[in-house]
C-alpha cells in the first residue's frame, strides 16, 4: 500500500449544489491513533493521519527532549503483529543504554488530539522550563526566496489535493530548494515528521533550514522548531501571542501572513535579506 493510499478513505456522500443533490464518492483524510513505545512502556497516543510514522515518532522524541540525537535511538520501528486494530498503529522504540528513562517520571498524559499537541501538558511551565538554546543568528534568507515558498508547498501537497483536509509542514533550504515536505490531520504532526525525518537523516540541529506551516504558527511548533535548532519559522496564517514571545525570547525569526507578495515579521528580522536593514 504506496502512502497516499495508507492517508486517504474513500466514502461515499450527497453532494447538495444549485438546488441538486448527487450522490458521488469522495476522500477523507484518514485519522487513526499512534501509539509510541518505549522498549514495552507506553508513552504516548497520538490522532495522526498515518504515514511517515517512524518519522512522526522520531520527532517526537526529540522536541519533546527523550533524545538530543540520532545516535541514541538504537531502533525504531512499526509493531506488525497484534490485535486487529493496533497492527501498523504502535511504534516501539528502543533507546540507547545511556539514555536515561523512568516511566514514573513522566509528568504529562501523553494524551494528543490532532488539532493540539500541547492540550495534554501538565502546565505551560513544564514547556518553557527546557534548557532552550537560541538557533543560528547568521542564517539569511531572501525576501524574495521567502515569497516563493508557499507554492512549493502547496504544489507539493498530494494528500491535500485529494482531501482538502490535511495540514502539512516543509523544509527549506536557503536558496528555497524544498528539502521535505509532510502531511497530517494535526499540524503539530506534520512538524514532528519533518523534524523526525531530519532526525533520523541525520541533519539535526537545522541549524541551516527554514521550516514551513500551512495555517497558524502556534507556541508548540516555535518551541519544537527551537529544539531542533531551526533559525526560520513561517507560517501561511498569523501566530499566537504566546509563540510570538518565545520567538522573540529566543531570538528565531517567525514570519506570519506568508502569502502572494505579503508577510510580517513578528521576531528577527536581520535574517531576512531586503526586508530590514542589515
Known sequence: MNLIAKSVNLTRVTEWNAGRATVKD?????????????????????????????????????????????????????????????????????????????????????????SCGICGKASIDSVRARALQAPNP??????????????????????????????????????????CLRED?????????????????????????????????GFEIVQKAIVAGLPIVACVSAPSSLAVQLAREMRLTLVGFLRASRFVIYSGPERIVGASEE
Open 26 to 114: 469522495d476522500f477523507l483524510a484518514a485519522e487513526e491513533p499512534l501509539e509510541i513505545r518505549i522498549g514495552e512502556e507506553p508513552l504516548s497516543v497520538t490522532m495522526r493521519t498515518p504515514g511517515h510514522d517512524r518519522e512522526l515518532a522520531a520527532g517526537f522524541l526529540l522536541t519533546e527532549s527523550f533524545v538530543s540525537e540520532r545516535a541514541q535511538i538504537a531502533s525504531i520501528d512499526a509493531v506488525a503483529s497484534g490485535p486487529e486494530g493496533q497492527r501498523g498503529n504502535i511504534i516501539r522504540v528502543q533507546l540507547s543504554s545511556d539514555v536515561p528513562f523512568d516511566p514514573q517520571s513522566i509528568r504529562r498524559n501523553f494524551f494528543a488530539a490532532s
Open 185 to 217: 490531520i494535526g499540524r503539530h504532526n506534520a512538524v514532528d515528521k519533518v523534524i523526525g525525518w531530519a532526525l533520523l537523516d541525520g541533519r539535526v540541529p537545522l541549524r541551516d533550514a527554514v521550516l514551513l506551516v500551512s495555517g497558524r504558527g
Open 138 to 179: 547568521h542564517l539569511r534568507l531572501d525576501s524574495s526566496t521567502l515569497l516563493r515558498l508557499p507554492e512549493s508547498l502547496r504544489s507539493s501537497q498530494d494528500v491535500f489535493e485529494r482531501t482538502g483536509g490535511l495540514h502539512a509542514a516543509a523544509l527549506f533550504d536557503p536558496a528555497g530548494q524544498l528539502l
